[in-house]
């Protein structure tokens, strides 16, 4: 189980690694599509309407993919968060106590029905239905 979730725990850090790229570079990509949309409006004599309307494009698209990776990252980044207490939590307890009544979450008092030691072949094991 504790191999399962350092997997899933690489997994998402290499997502999110991507997503905070794919994050950062259409916010630069959105910057400088709006000072090319705001440096040329359609009714100057300098642009067409075409390419104004092909730079205003580009601006929404690169910010519509801003927000969608920045969401993503954020939902990525909490599921992290959760990973890392489920990761620790499965280090605390042994997997031969998992299920057991006297097994705790606590670092300090892993067993409370051998405080001191706590064996993987626990004659005193009783088992949660």
Same mark, same amino acid.
């Given at each position: 189980?504790?191999?399962?979730?350092?997997?899933?725990?690489?997994?998402?850090?290499? $997502? /999110?690694?991507?997503?905070?790229?794919?994050?950062?570079? !259409?916010?630069? /990509?959105?910057?400088? !599509?709006?000072?090319?949309?705001?440096?040329?409006?359609?009714?100057?004599?300098?642009?067409s309407? !075409?390419?104004?309307? $092909?730079?205003?494009?580009?601006?929404?698209?690169?910010?519509? *993919? /801003?927000?969608?990776?920045?969401?993503?990252?954020?939902?990525?980044?909490?599921?992290?968060?959760?990973?890392?207490?489920?990761?620790?939590?499965? $280090?605390?307890?042994?997997?031969?106590?998992?299920?057991?009544?006297?097994?705790?979450?606590?670092?300090?008092?892993?067993?409370? *029905?051998?405080?001191?030691?706590?064996?993987?072949?626990?004659?005193?094991?009783?088992?949660?239905?």
């Open positions: 189980m504790l191999d399962e979730l350092i997997q899933k725990r690489s997994k998402l850090y290499k $997502r /999110t690694n991507i997503l905070e790229c794919i994050a950062s570079i !259409s916010t630069i /990509t959105t910057l400088i !599509s709006l000072g090319a949309v705001l440096g040329l409006f359609p009714h100057s004599n300098r642009c309407k !075409s390419v104004f309307h $092909r730079r205003a494009f580009a601006f929404l698209s690169s910010a519509a *993919i /801003t927000l969608i990776s920045t969401n993503l990252y954020s939902k990525a980044d909490k599921e992290l968060d959760a990973l890392y207490w489920q990761i620790e939590e499965a $280090r605390n307890i042994k997997s031969s106590c998992h299920g057991c009544i006297g097994a705790s979450r606590d670092k300090l008092l892993p067993c409370a *029905i051998h405080p001191k030691e706590q064996s993987e072949d626990c004659p005193d094991k009783s088992l949660i239905n």
